[in-house]
């Protein structure tokens, strides 16, 4: 069996704006090997979706992986059984049913109250101006970390989100990674503090 297609990228590129060359990519191959990232991918929808159920092969345990590294084990990193015992015990939290009941009416309250800050005319950016702070005020309702403006748990999604993906290994990127989880320990740190 012949391996899979090389595909070169540029990192810098590939960082702004990945979609061009992940198009590229999906046209010519179901997988692709990008030495740039280290990594051979999957570049089609209905493989991955096929594939991920597979953890014997692909498995989500990655001890040396950047998550796991700059974040620590978390239920993402984890298959099988070590996955269902966090699973559940987030569940209640969770389910469908407590969304309905409790988070629903938070999250609409949330979205109303950033739509009313909304310009009446003239443009916005739907992801900056509404998506990004109804988002972060979810995020700050369900974990609990209230002490954390929108603003700020944007920005440490933002920095998790980027070293995570800091294939190239930027250390300005590694930096923020860290800064992000140093400030999410500190709210949670404050809540167990003040929650009572």
């Known amino acids: 069996m012949p391996l899979p297609p090389h595909f070169d990228i540029d990192p810098a590129a590939f960082w702004r704006d990945p979609y061009p060359d992940l198009a590229r990519m ?12 280290n990594a051979t991918l ?9 594939c991920e159920k597979n953890v014997e092969v692909f498995s989500s345990y990655q001890p040396g992986g950047l998550m796991t590294t700059l974040m620590g084990e978390n ?8 996955h269902q015992v966090e699973r559940k015990q987030l569940f209640p939290s969770l ?10 009416g938070r ?8 739509l009313a800050e909304l310009p009446a005319a003239g443009s916005m950016d739907l992801v900056r101006d509404y998506a990004m702070p109804v988002s972060a005020n979810a995020l700050r309702e369900i ?15 933002q ?19 860290h800064a992000a989880t140093t400030a999410i320990d500190v709210a949670i740190d404050w809540y167990q503090r003040y929650r009572f």
Not at 26 to 37: D, G
Not at 95 to 104: G, I, K, N
Not at 143 to 157: R, V
Request: one cysteine or more; hydrophobic letters at 40%.
């Open 107 to 114: 999250f609409e309250h949330h979205a109303r109250a950033v």
């Open 75 to 82: 239920l993402m990193r984890k298959d099988g059984s070590a």
């Open 159 to 177: 920095g998790m989100i980027d070293g995570c993906a800091n294939y190239a290994g930027d250390a300005a990127i590694e930096a923020r990674c």
């Open 95 to 104: 389910s469908p049913v407590t969304v309905r009941d409790h988070w629903r």
């Open 26 to 37: 999906r046209a010519q191959a179901s997988v692709a090997i990008v030495p740039q990232l």
């Open 143 to 157: 974990t609990g970390l209230i002490s954390m403006s929108p603003d700020q748990m944007d920005a440490c999604s």
């Open 42 to 50: 999957l570049c089609k929808r209905d493989d991955i979706f096929t």
